[in-house]
């Protein structure tokens, strides 16, 4: 799992039309700061003009990140997705059995992990302790809090 980025479909859109974004707009912006620093002379006292050079290089890292996740990427179909056990893309029901609070979590990859609308990636201490797991299933889970036990509750799409 560790060699593939687990998508949806919505979620390769996304992700490749941010990445046209970054390459289009985004370099035309940065090149024109670039060339707006040269103008005002000496390049070698010249912090806007290292600013922007860093601002590019940022830039084109990102563009690469990307650019690999997308290479790698594999789309899943959310009807294909197995509910007989926890697994990307499925929606997780867990109970906190310390406190008996429920919440549901959405599996996703690193690249769509956004935990305000409730999408955890597969790769946090989370979703790794939650992966292959049934219903019923106790899930003892080690995060940078503490270690946490969930009781798994649903599963679904």
Known sequence: MANYNYLT???????????????????QKVARA??????KGDLSENAEY???????????????????????????????????KVTVLANVTIRNTKNGKEITYKLVSESEADLKAKKISVGSPIGKGLLGKIVGDIAEVDTPGG??????VNISV
């Open 9 to 27: 479909k919505d979620g390769y859109n996304k992700l490749k039309s941010d990445l046209e974004e970054l390459k289009t707009t985004e370099r």
């Open 34 to 39: 670039i060339a707006e620093a040269r103008e």
């Open 50 to 84: 290292d600013a922007a050079k860093e601002a590019q290089g940022l830039l084109e890292l990102k563009i690469n990140e990307m650019e690999k996740v997308l290479a790698n990427a594999r789309v899943i179909n959310e009807s294909e997705v197995d509910t007989s």
């Open 147 to 152: 270690k946490m036990v969930f009781e798994i």
